[in-house]
């Protein structure tokens, strides 16, 4: 991520370093961000935020943490407004209806196992790591882009941010049952996603 460092009128005696925060941790910020987000402007908008909050709260920085995981702590917060926002538009949305649609032949109606056509397959990547190859997390961040926006959410703070299932249920105003629901539907959307566009 590109970023102008503008210098910050904040005293030297913190014991932080805001003259050097776009040039060591905007990148990472950046990428964290659209990884959770998938969208571009998104999470340069949230880096830049992130950068004046912290401004704001230079004060507040003891020391317990470095500089990248204080931010990052702030940048999380963010990204978890955005998230709720996001959950209270579109829990009956249309996108989310058509997901649930596109399901509808997944599963034999009658038994509820996996019809032919859409059974899992192999990825033929199962003995790598697949987040170390560019290719597969390029294709993998499209079918993210895909989903409704409260499967997105719920998704990211489950397995990219770990929380706590009670904690995403709050933060996104969603019941457990419905929470279990969405990860089941996003991980089937998913893997119907990556079996279709990864060869």
Known sequence: MQA???DFNITTDLPINPHQWVSRY????????????????????????????ALERADQFKGS????????AILKYKIVDVYRKKSSQFLHSTDSV??????????????????IAHRPQAF????QDPFTQSEFTHILQLCMKKLP???LSVFTMKHMDEEETDAICTALKVTPSNFWVIIHRTKVNLR???????S
């Open 149 to 151: 926006a409260l499967w």
């Open 192 to 198: 119907a996603c990556l079996q279709k566009n990864w």
């Open 65 to 72: 943490s470095t500089e990248k995981t204080w931010l990052t």
């Open 4 to 6: 102008e460092n503008k």
């Open 26 to 53: 905007a990148d990472y910020l950046y990428t964290y961000a659209l990884s959770r987000l998938t969208d571009e402007e998104l999470a340069r908008d949230l880096v830049q935020e992130t950068f004046l909050a």
């Open 124 to 127: 033929g990547i199962e003995d």
């Open 98 to 115: 058509s997901a649930e649609k596109q399901q509808e032949d997944f599963f034999d109606p009658d038994d509820g196992h996996w019809n």
